[in-house]
Nanobody, 117 residues
């Protein structure tokens, strides 16, 4: 059973960098069958795909967030991470890590991040 768990601070100050990690169990992030994404949902709005990292470390980003977003991985921990720079209150959202492959979708439980001074 594939499980994803987000971790990171719940409060970030404006202009700082938001950093989250997603620990994956039950599947290797280097398995070519899977790709791993970050998705967010601001209060009262829909889901927004932010970007993904593939089994070989290739990354793809939403054009609207590309200049501020970086996704990386630590294969020794079976983790992938999100960094979002220069945050504003508009980046307040529930952040989810997500994996898909072999015909299945896997979601983390989500973590709420508030951008506020």
């Amino acid at each position: 059973q594939v499980q994803l768990q987000e971790s990171g601070p719940g409060l970030v100050k404006p202009s700082q960098t938001l950093s989250l990690a997603c620990t994956v169990s039950g599947a290797s992030i280097t398995n070519s069958a899977y790709a791993w994404s970050w998705i967010r949902q601001p209060p009262g709005k829909g889901l927004e795909w932010m970007g993904l990292i593939t089994y070989d470390g290739s990354t793809y980003y939403s054009p609207s967030l590309q200049s501020r977003t970086s996704i990386s991985r630590d294969t020794s921990k079976n983790q992938f991470s999100l960094q979002l720079t220069s945050v504003t209150p508009e980046d307040t959202a529930d952040y989810y890590c997500y994996g898909h492959g072999c015909g299945y979708d896997f979601w983390g439980q989500g973590t709420q991040v508030t951008v506020s001074s």
